[in-house]
């Protein structure tokens, strides 16, 4: 997002419009923020009324200029209500879900939807909002049952959103239901990354592939998912010779990584994440990468390096995903002692962040990680 979509010359009408504000949720100093405005995941875009210090609009993903554009016009009706009908209803629902109130936003959306026009222009971004909310909140059923009786429009943008949201809530289900879903929905996300190319952020393709491949393994079929993953790199390596600046070609750091892992060829993110650290020496993120492609190759003293590399840079609780990564590598070497100590280590550091960053989920990963660790060493 702010590599493509922030650069954009349309979104220079909005500048006075909103105050700007990015927070780094990782930072320490953030957690106040973070207790007041819980964030499920990234990025998320709020916008927040200065005199209550309530958000009032909430949007979980990213989107194009355009799209932002919409968005940024349904917050300000959050923020400012006035009439009635399914607009104010709209308005209604998105102020819920700024104030953390999911259950009660989605049932508004819900609403919203059974009463509007079928032709009500804010009917497409409704939709997406509430499996958006399904997605988060364990919806799955009717998140899958949604995204299936909303794919009869144009083949477009909000056609894969929908097709995404709703393979990956179908991928969530269990049993008949779960499979028969996935089956439905992988076919109609294959369709909205195939040709004709739908307009859509390069980032939001890359996620439909990584889906993809998901639903190929849930079937058992190795093969298939390589093949996806094979398109999947191909497509991330072509759209990196496009871009002109280290930062917009970093954005697809984490895809090709994954994609190269997935494709059974991780060392065609090598070259690709030495040059991001060259690019940005004061960034964990790039040698954290690094160390993961390292290790996948085999190279286990250089990804024992560039993880030691990272560590050095990191901090807030994507630390400990660092942390792991090197538990990851010494166990691969068979140090699994050492690994253990590493993993007390990140515990050590987890208890000390605020509670806003670190969930009791995550701590308790970490403890039966490292008790499942202690134990293999007493058999042993």
Known sequence: MRAFVFTDRALERHAGRFVWLSIDAEKKQNAGFLEKHPILGFPTFLV??????EAVFRWLGGASASQLEVLLDDAERALHPAGSGPDAALAEADRLLGTGSGAEAARLYRDTLASAP?????????????????????GREECVALARGSL??????????????????ALGLEGAAGTEAVA???ATARDAVGEPRIEMPADD????????????????????????AEEWLAFLEAEATRMTSPESRAVFDPHTLAASIEAGAPERAIPVLERSETDFPGDYNPPARLAMALREVGRHDDALAAVDRALGLAYG????RVYSTKADILESK??????RAVLE????????????????????TLRKRIEAMSESAGGA
């Open 48 to 53: 927040i009324d200065a005199e209550k210090e």
């Open 118 to 138: 079928l032709a009500w222009p804010s009917r497409d971004r409704t939709v997406e909002s509430l499996l958006s909310v399904l997605g988060t909140t364990g």
């Open 152 to 169: 009869s429009g144009d083949r477009n943008a909000h056609f894969a959103f929908v097709a995404a949201a709703g393979l990956d809530c």
């Open 184 to 186: 439905a929905l992988e």
């Open 205 to 228: 393709r890359s996620s439909l592939y990584s889906l993809l491949v998901t639903a190929r393994k849930s079937a058992a079929d190795a093969e298939g998912a390589r093949t996806v």
């Open 317 to 320: 609780p994507r630390k400990l």
């Open 334 to 339: 068979g140090n699994k002692a050492t690994a």
């Open 345 to 364: 280590e990140a515990l050590r550091y987890a208890e000390g962040l605020p509670k806003a960053q670190v969930s009791a989920r995550n701590l308790d």
